[in-house]
C-alpha cells in the first residue's frame, strides 16, 4: 500500500510563508509527476504546481512567482515553498503522486490533506 503523508500546514499571517513537505512510502516503482492541489471553500479542488521526473515544472498563474515547487527523487518526496501568502491562498492542499507500482502498472496516490490558512 502506498501512503503520501503531508506536513507543513498552520496559520500564518498575509506576507508571510510556509513549506509543504509530501513524503511518499510503499511500493512504488517510479514517479512520473509529483502535484499540489487546493481546494478553499466552496469551489473546486485545482492544481496548483506540477514537476515532473525530469524537473519540468509549472504554475496555475494565482500563484506564479510566489510558489516553488521541488522534490527529492531519491527520497519520494515533494516540497511547496509558499511565499508572499495571501488570503485567498486560504485552501486545504493535497499532494499528488502519479507513479507506477510495476514497470507495467500505472497509478496514482492522494496525501490526507493540510490546511493553509492566511489570515491577519
Known amino acids: 500500500q502506498v501512503q503520501l503523508v503531508e506536513s507543513g500546514g498552520g496559520l500564518v499571517q498575509p506576507g508571510g510563508s510556509l513549506r509543504l513537505s509530501c513524503a511518499a512510502s510503499?511500493?512504488?516503482?517510479?514517479?512520473?509527476?509529483m502535484n499540489w492541489y487546493r481546494q478553499a471553500p466552496g469551489k473546486q479542488r485545482e492544481l496548483v504546481a506540477t514537476i515532473t521526473s525530469g524537473g519540468s515544472t509549472n504554475y496555475a498563474d494565482s500563484v506564479k512567482g510566489r510558489f516553488t515547487i521541488s522534490r527529492d527523487n531519491a527520497r519520494n518526496t515533494v516540497y511547496l515553498q509558499m511565499n508572499s501568502l495571501k488570503p485567498e491562498d486560504t485552501a486545504v492542499y493535497y499532494c499528488?503522486?502519479?507513479?507506477?507500482?510495476?514497470?507495467?502498472?500505472?497509478?496514482?496516490?492522494w496525501g490526507q490533506g493540510t490546511q493553509v490558512t492566511v489570515s491577519s
Open positions: 510503499g511500493s512504488i516503482f517510479s514517479i512520473y509527476a
Open positions: 499528488n503522486v502519479d507513479g507506477w507500482v510495476t514497470p507495467s502498472v500505472r497509478d496514482d496516490w
